[in-house]
């Protein structure tokens, strides 16, 4: 199976930083790469695909990049709507889906 | 609008079978490019992908589980099932359905609420 390491685990930044998490494949997944925010107690909304597709909806804040093994979500200019848990998820091997470990995304 | 809805018993006791069912509108599951997965999460822990049903009726399972879930459709109810035998008190979590479409290069787009499913005698 492929694992997905999602980096930092969690992090604490404020309103109008720009913030970078980091998700690695343990393998060459192409661009098979999905990004998703939950909130607490929330189910998860989908973020990005394909890496870098912004989903139908999602602001132009968010963006995603990466290739091979090496992906990352970045969010521009963080509001206080944007903190949550963010999860990569691989979809290479289709169907059998992997999900990182997640990133919380604190107040500083 | 594309919705999806989980339910199913909130409560099992271990050993039982869960049985739950993904309620959906807004697409059909005959529809070319269409999929339905189920995914789990146990509190406080990350996501785990768990079974997928797509159009043409092909099943695919969680190779960790496989032998415990059965899923299943009824594209004229709109309805996907999801059977999971032998429940543990380990399976405790919040079980969800979500949609994958050929739009969005077979990722996820779209999420159900989530049904919690506690284990316990």
């Known amino acids: 199976d492929i694992q997905m390491t999602q980096s930092p685990s969690s992090l604490s930044a404020s309103v109008g930083d720009r913030v970078t998490i980091t998700c690695r494949a343990s393998?060459?997944?192409?661009?098979?790469l999905a990004w998703f925010q939950q909130k607490p107690g929330k189910a998860p909304k989908s973020l990005i695909y394909a890496a870098s597709s912004l989903q139908s909806g999602v602001p132009s804040k968010f963006s995603g990049s990466g290739s091979g093994t090496d992906f990352t979500l970045t969010i521009s200019s963080l509001q206080p709507e944007d903190f949550a848990t963010y999860y990569c998820q691989q979809y290479n091997s289709y169907p059998q889906l992997t999900f990182g470990g997640g990133t919380k995304v604190e107040i500083k | 609008q594309v919705t999806l809805r989980e339910s199913g018993p909130a409560l099992v006791k271990p050993t039982q079978t869960l049985t739950l069912t993904c309620t959906f509108s807004g697409f059909s599951l005959s529809t070319s490019g269409m999929c339905v997965s189920w995914i789990r999460q146990p509190p406080g822990k990350a996501l785990e992908w768990l079974a997928l049903?797509?159009?043409?009726?092909?099943?695919y399972y969680s190779t960790s589980l496989k032998t415990r879930l059965t899923i299943s459709k009824d594209t004229s109810k709109n309805q996907v099932v999801l059977t999971m035998t032998n429940m543990d008190p380990v399976d405790t979590a919040t079980y969800y359905c979500?949609?994958?479409?050929?739009?969005?290069?077979?990722?996820?787009?779209?999420w159900g609420q989530g049904t919690l499913v506690t284990v316990s005698s």
């Open positions: 979500a949609r994958h479409t050929g739009d969005t290069a077979m990722a996820i787009d779209y």
């Open positions: 049903i797509d159009w043409d009726d092909d099943k």
């Open positions: 393998q060459g997944i192409s661009n098979y």
